[in-house]
């Protein structure tokens, strides 16, 4: 997953004026200073959790940006007009190189600490694992050694493994 800036908005975008804290809907939000009508509502960023389900197991990585020994379920930024199913699919296929069918709706999970929505499917894959620049190294889990882990793609991967339950 690519790195998103977040600016912090002490200025309008709109008209440049400074801006302030206002209390709209309930929220602390910032506002233009100017009443040009500006708010930062600071919406969520929907991010699609992918847990990729090979017939060997369910493949986790890890990010060239993340700590030695730190493995996770694939994840990306929804792109404009896509559907999460898609994104789902698409970054099953850049960043593993897999043939991705079928996405299923785990469920819905914050990520607190980025104001991330993260939108969490499983999806059956085939073909070789080849992983893109994001990524330095992976791991294919059997099914039945999976474990969840704290935070919101761990939660997703607990979620997913009690379906499979019977
Ligand atoms: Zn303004």
Not at 8 to 13: E, G, M, V
Not at 32 to 37: P, W
Not at 50 to 64: R, Y
Not at 82 to 100: D, F, K
């Amino acid at each position: 997953m690519s790195h998103h800036i977040t600016p912090s908005y002490d200025f309008c975008p709109h008209c440049g004026a400074a801006t302030q804290m206002q209390h709209i809907d309930n929220q602390d939000l910032k506002a233009c200073s100017a009443q040009c009508g500006f708010v930062h509502f600071n919406n969520p960023t929907p991010v699609v959790a992918v847990i990729v389900e090979t017939e060997e197991g369910v493949v986790l990585a890890h990010n060239v940006a993340w700590p030695p020994g730190m493995f996770s379920v694939i994840t990306g930024f929804v792109d404009a007009y896509e559907l999460p199913e898609q994104t789902a699919i698409r970054e099953t296929q850049e960043e593993l190189g897999l043939v991705a069918t079928e996405a299923k709706l785990v469920g819905h999970y914050m990520f607190k600490q980025k104001n991330q929505l993260i939108i969490a499917y499983a999806v059956k894959a085939q073909g070789e694992i080849q992983i893109n620049h994001e990524l330095d190294a992976f791991k294919v889990i059997p099914t039945e050694k999976l474990k969840g882990w704290p935070g919101p793609t761990g939660a997703a991967v607990t979620d997913w493994l009690a379906t499979l339950v019977n």
